[in-house]
């Protein structure tokens, strides 16, 4: 495993939407455990692979609950909405409110290549949406409510 650089707003890759994986293989898995290593050695919850200049749908995720693996992940089902805090890993030190659903429903295939789902609410909700939205070239402050001073935030993880 390797830690990846990650790319920061400014960088085109950002702004690209990412093409489905159409094969499973070692190049892919070797990818997904760098993402995986680069997103908790920057203490983040969530990380894309265009933050790591990949453009494929790939997502990793982790919001204290263990890790998730996400191959070609899509939002199948929406319900609800929440507006809360939000950061990224691709743009350090800036926060901001955003409104998600406040459960979403999203199909992926595993490393396996096995057709999962996984429901996810609150902050999971958020990362998932976060992360869609990476491969789509879709930055969270693209959505932003409202910024946040570095005084309101209490805990925010980047994604
Ligand atoms: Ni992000």
Sequence with gaps: MAIRYIRKIGDPVLR???????????????????????????????????????????????????????????????????????????????????????????RYLDREGNVKEIVGEDLLARALCHEIDHLEGVLFVDKVIRFLDKEELEGVKEV
Excluded: W
């Excluded at 994986?21 to 995986?36: S, Y």
């Excluded at 997103?39 to 919001?63: E, F, K, T, W």
């Excluded at 191959?71 to 089902?77: G, K, T």
């Design 16 to 106: 690209k939407k990412a093409k489905p994986v159409t094969e499973i293989n070692p190049h892919i898995i070797t990818i997904l455990e760098d993402m995986a290593e680069t997103m908790y050695l920057n203490d983040g919850v969530g990380l894309a692979a265009n933050q790591v200049g990949i453009l494929r749908r790939l997502v990793v995720i982790d919001v204290g609950e263990g890790l998730l693996e996400l191959i070609n992940p899509e939002i199948v089902y929406e319900e609800g909405e929440q507006i809360g805090p939000e950061g990224c890993l691709s743009i350090p030190g800036v926060f901001g409110e955003v409104k998600r659903p406040q459960k979403v429903k999203v």
